[in-house]
Nanobody
Framework: EVQLVESGGGSVQAGGSLRLSCVVS??????????MAWFRQGSGSRREGIAS???????NYADSVKGRFTISRDNAKNSLFLLMNNLKPEDSDMYYCAANPDVCGADRVPYPASLAYWGHGTQVTASS
């Protein structure tokens, strides 16, 4: 069974930083051609794709986080990371990692329906 487990969320003051981690276990597919991404969602709102990275090294960010967030992965540790700097109150949401046995789109973060596997989320709160 494929499992994705996020960690690293918490509460910070606006302007602060957090580093989210996502560990993948039970992956039955080849490690080549894997798309991984971070999404966020508040109550009553749609799930927003904020960053993606695939095995070909293609990285995409949502405009709302460009220049502040950095996505990275460690294939040897089956892990995905999201470094979030200069957090703003509007960044407060539940953050989810997701994975799919395929490459990501070339020019944007994938739509949620494009990814087959999801974690349960970690809460991020930035207060002013």
């Amino acid at each position: 069974e494929v499992q994705l487990v996020e960690s690293g969320g918490g509460s910070v003051q606006a302007g602060g930083s957090l580093r989210l981690s996502c560990v993948v276990s039970g992956w039955p597919y080849s490690t080549s051609g894997v798309c991984m991404a971070w999404f966020r969602q508040g109550s009553g709102s749609r799930r927003e794709g904020i960053a993606s990275i695939d095995s070909a090294g293609r990285i995409n960010y949502a405009d709302s986080v460009k220049g502040r967030f950095t996505i990275s992965r460690d294939n040897a540790k089956n892990s995905l990371f999201l470094l979030m700097n200069n957090l703003k109150p509007e960044d407060s949401d539940m953050y989810y990692c997701a994975a799919n046995p395929d490459v990501c789109g070339a020019d944007r973060v994938p739509y949620p329906a494009s990814l087959a596997y999801w974690g349960h989320g970690t809460q991020v709160t930035a207060s002013s």
